[in-house]
């Protein structure tokens, strides 16, 4: 069975930076696209970035010139870099292996002063 963990979430003040971690166990990494979305309170989960199995990027329109969505096939582990935070960023950050129902537990990302 497929599982995959997230973790480096934290508390950030604005313009700040995180790096998330996506590790995927179970099964290989390599043969799978994979995306990062996103879940405020009171909102639906969004899409914030993904990455196809061939290195392919695709981000959302809040994420463009600000996250930056990696790989490493090696470690199992995708990895959202995320610079100058804004507020609106807080949420728990999920990742997904693309069009399925795997989904790790998420880690809560607080962008506040």
């Known amino acids: 069975q497929v599982q995959l963990v997230e973790s480096g979430g934290g508390l950030v003040q604005p313009g700040g930076s995180l790096r998330l971690s996506c590790v995927v166990s179970g099964s290989l990494l390599s043969i799978y696209s994979m995306d990062w979305y996103r879940q405020a309170p009171g909102k639906q989960r969004e899409l914030v970035a993904g990455i196809t199995n061939n290195f392919r990027t695709n981000y959302a329109d809040s994420a463009k010139g600000r996250f930056t969505i990696s790989r490493d096939n090696a470690k199992n582990t995708v990895y959202l870099q995320m610079n100058s935070l804004k507020p609106e960023d807080t949420a728990v950050y999920y990742c997904?292996?693309?069009?399925?129902?795997?989904w790790g537990q998420g880690t809560q990302v607080t962008v506040s002063s």
């Open positions: 997904n292996i693309h069009n399925s129902d795997a």
